[in-house]
C-alpha cells in the first residue's frame, strides 16, 4: 500500500500562486504515472495534471494549460504541483494520486480510473 501525503495549499489572491507537494512513502521511480486531481463538493473529481515518471511525459487539462506545471523531483522523492495565475475557479481540493501499474500503452492519465492510491487532499481557496 503506498501512501500520498500532500501538503503546501492555501488561500490566496486570484492572479497569485501556490505550489503543491505530495510526497509518496516508496520510492517514486516505483510508480508508473502520479498526476494531481480537484473536486468541488458535489462535483466529480477531474483531472488537472500528470506525469509519466520514467520518461516525464506530462499531461494537463485545458482549464489549466500554461498555468500549472506538473514536476518531480527524484532526490527529494516528491512530485509538485506549480500554480501561476490563480483563478476563482481553481478553488477545489487537490489530491494527488499514483499508479503503480506496468502497462503504459493506451494510458489516460488524466482519468481517475487510472489510479489506485490517492492522498487526502489539500484544500486551495482563491479569492476575487
Known amino acids: 500500500q503506498v501512501q500520498l501525503v500532500e501538503s503546501g495549499g492555501g488561500s490566496v489572491q486570484a492572479g497569485g500562486s501556490l505550489r503543491l507537494f505530495c510526497a509518496p512513502s516508496t520510492n517514486i521511480y516505483s510508480l508508473s504515472f502520479m498526476g494531481w486531481f480537484r473536486q468541488a463538493p458535489g462535483k466529480e473529481r477531474e483531472g488537472v495534471a500528470a506525469?509519466?515518471?520514467?520518461?516525464?511525459?506530462?499531461y494537463y487539462a485545458d482549464s489549466v494549460k500554461g498555468r500549472f506545471t506538473i514536476s518531480q523531483d527524484n532526490a527529494k522523492n516528491t512530485l509538485y504541483l506549480q500554480m501561476n495565475s490563480l483563478k476563482p475557479e481553481d478553488t477545489d481540493m487537490y489530491y494527488c494520486?499514483?499508479?503503480?501499474?506496468?502497462?503504459?500503452?493506451?494510458?489516460?492519465?488524466?482519468?481517475?480510473?487510472?489510479?489506485?492510491?490517492w492522498g487526502q487532499g489539500t484544500q486551495v481557496t482563491v479569492s476575487s
Open positions: 494520486a499514483a499508479d503503480g501499474g506496468t502497462r503504459i500503452a493506451g494510458r489516460r492519465p488524466l482519468q481517475v480510473y487510472e489510479y489506485n492510491y
Open positions: 506525469i509519466y515518471i520514467s520518461g516525464g511525459y506530462t
